[in-house]
């Protein structure tokens, strides 16, 4: 089985500070994704990457950076929190070419104050 | 907007009936992918159904497209308990980006 790990499920933290999200897939996948999901709008696509140290912007950049340094592991970085980034993140890493299936990390439950 | 429109919003049958939400988008697809999502198990894929598929069984679920009406559905048969989730549609679209819809909650009575 497939396993998407990711470092915390449960984070507070304030207003201004870096926040730090990782994840990390021991299925030797190519793609990694970073989404965020708020009531209502289904996932929304922050970030990913096909290979190694190579990055995409999604649909919602701001405000967010990424890091690949080694294939297995992919990290979100909130530079300044702000309470609108209040939210569940997940990760997720997929085969191959782009268009086959995801596979999720339990997900971050992100509260910024 | 390209996201998928799940409907109905929510669900709730009684255990052993059968269960159906639909799948609505705008966009060409590449593929229609269905996702579950429950407390206990995190998001997780249940089939991916190509643009060039009509219909495609897994156990107890059931999915359909129709292209030409832009439309999906699921269908879980018998349903159980366990089954009671959230339900996402996920658009492969022809940049190789999903686009997800804002999902279906369903409830099992027992």
């Known amino acids: 089985d497939v396993k998407v790990t990711q470092s915390s499920r449960y984070l507070v933290k304030r207003t201004g500070e870096k926040v730090f999200l990782e994840c990390v897939q021991d299925?030797?996948?190519?793609?990694m994704f970073w989404y965020r999901q708020d009531p209502g709008l289904g996932l929304r696509l922050i970030y990913f990457s096909y290979d190694v140290k190579m990055k995409e912007k999604g649909d919602i950049p701001e405000g967010y950076s990424v890091s690949r340094e080694k294939k297995e592991r992919f990290s979100l970085i909130l530079e300044s929190a702000s309470t609108n980034q209040t939210s569940m993140y997940l990760c997720a890493s997929s085969f191959g070419a782009l268009y086959y299936e995801q596979y999720f990390g339990p997900g971050t439950r992100l509260t910024v104050t | 907007s390209q996201q998928g429109e799940e409907d109905p919003q929510a669900l709730s049958i009684q255990e052993g009936e059968n269960a159906t939400m639909n799948c609505s988008y705008k966009t060409s697809i590449n593929n229609l992918q269905w996702y579950r999502q429950n407390s206990g198990r995190g998001l997780v894929h249940l089939i991916l159904?190509?643009?060039n598929e009509r219909e495609k069984h897994s156990g107890r679920l059931r999915v359909t497209l129709d292209t030409s009406k832009k439309s999906s559905s699921l269908l879980i048969t018998a349903s159980r308990a366990a089954d009671t989730a959230s339900y996402f549609c996920?658009?492969?679209?022809?940049?190789?980006?999903?686009?997800w819809g804002a999902g279906t909650k369903l409830i099992i009575k027992p």
């Open positions: 299925m030797d996948h190519e793609n």
């Open positions: 996920a658009l492969m679209d022809s940049n190789y980006q999903l686009i």
């Open positions: 159904i190509r643009s």
